[in-house]
């Protein structure tokens, strides 16, 4: 709604206000007065639809303020909240969005290399998460999904590391859960610290350049559409890619 449409609905609404207030009060003071006579019953019946009139009035200029400042304050409320997120996110990380990723090589839990020099050419998703962590543990069957979903794809690269967890510890996890995405421990916090300084879970997008393209603090499950959409646009970009022509 525009304020020139809520200033003419309040105007209206006043206006019909005053109006409802004049008629209650000339209708109580002629009942009043008329108490005795055979008129009585008209300023009753006049007065009681002032006292309506009034109500309804009221209840309408509540709903007009409903419909324009609660979804108003909850933007607010949203835009004041995205923006303490991307404030932590910026002094809480190491490397930014536009950045290199920095190199590491880790062993998954099923004992198999995973370095992310070789990963080049790939779309990579990396997670980094902890057991005791709530919000990882909301994240992680969502992460789960996305692997479902495309580890099919030969361009695709995905890899779960427990911060300053134990390979043990991170097969249990996994196995209790029904987790089959590629996971490593990072038992020294070593590969966490060359992204981060703290706070997990953190999500980072790869690109085949190597480069981080998308890079996220915590969990809400709005962040999934954002994150789809990144790694997608990604995946569409290597695949449309031409092969390169054998020397001749």
């Not at 009060?25 to 008129?39: A, C, F, H, P, Q």
């Not at 309804?56 to 004041?80: C, D, G, H, M, N």
């Amino acid at each position: 709604m525009s304020g020139e449409t809520y200033n003419t609905i309040l105007y209206v609404v006043s206006a019909g206000v005053m109006i409802a207030l004049v008629g209650f009060v000339s209708s109580l003071g002629m009942m009043i007065l008329r108490w005795n006579t055979d008129k009585r019953r008209g300023h009753v019946i006049r007065l009681l639809a002032s006292i309506v009139g009034l109500l309804v009035l009221a209840a309408t200029l509540y709903v007009v303020q409903i419909w324009i400042f609660l979804p108003s304050l909850a933007r607010k409320q949203i835009a004041e909240h995205e923006a303490a997120r991307a404030k932590l996110l910026a002094d809480s990380s190491v490397v930014h969005v536009g950045d290199p990723a920095p190199g590491f090589s880790l062993t998954t839990i099923n004992d198999l290399e995973f370095s992310l020099a070789d990963a080049r050419g790939d779309v990579v998703l990396i997670n980094f998460f902890a057991t005791w962590c709530g919000p990882c543990r909301m994240e992680l069957p969502h992460v789960q999904q996305i692997w479902d979903e495309r580890q099919q794809n030969p361009h695709f690269r995905l890899l779960v590391i427990g911060r300053e967890e134990t390979k043990e510890v991170v097969q249990e996890f996994c196995a209790a859960n029904n987790f089959t995405f590629p996971a490593a421990p990072d038992a020294d916090g070593k590969i966490y610290f060359q992204f981060a300084k703290e706070y997990i879970p953190r999500t980072l997008i790869i690109s085949p350049e190597g480069k981080i393209v998308y890079s996220q603090l915590g969990f809400e499950e709005r962040d999934l559409q954002k994150l789809r959409e990144v790694l997608d646009q990604q995946l569409a970009q290597v695949q449309g890619e031409p092969e390169a022509k054998p020397a001749e």
